[in-house]
């Protein structure tokens, strides 16, 4: 499975961004992680395909948003009140098969990983 992240850019503080990613096959779990200048990556949310669950950072609770056409094999990242802090790369990654939620914020569980596409919030 190939993915293919877009939707990045340069957005003002409280301003608003929608990422998408693309997969080019049926992935089961999808999600989206980031690295932020001289951080280690990070994950952000992520969304199950059979029953639409999903598990997010406590960091961008109430803020951002996962949702998935499964017919067409995209996820979305809408990102609200973005903040300064919300700057960085974005990936999305994704797993053939499906996981529990507890384990959806790990990264060594998923298969396959995007380009990243970058996000800057400015202040």
């Known amino acids: 499975v190939q993915l293919q992240a877009s939707g990045g850019g340069l957005v003002q503080a409280g301003g608003s961004l929608r990422l998408s990613c693309a997969a080019s096959g049926r992935s089961e779990t999808m999600a989206w992680f980031r690295q932020r200048p001289g951080k280690e990556r990070e994950f952000v949310f992520a969304i199950r395909r059979n029953d639409g669950a999903t598990r997010y950072a406590e960091s961008v609770k109430g803020r951002f948003t996962i949702s998935r056409d499964n017919a067409k094999n995209l996820v979305y990242l809408q990102m609200n009140s973005l903040k300064p802090e919300d700057t960085a790369v974005y990936y999305c990654?994704?797993?053939?098969?499906?996981?529990?939620?507890?384990?959806?914020?790990?990264?060594?569980?998923?298969?396959?990983w995007g380009q990243g596409t970058l996000v800057t919030v400015s202040s």
């Open positions: 990654a994704a797993r053939s098969s499906s996981l529990i939620t507890g384990q959806m914020s790990r990264q060594n569980v998923y298969d396959y």
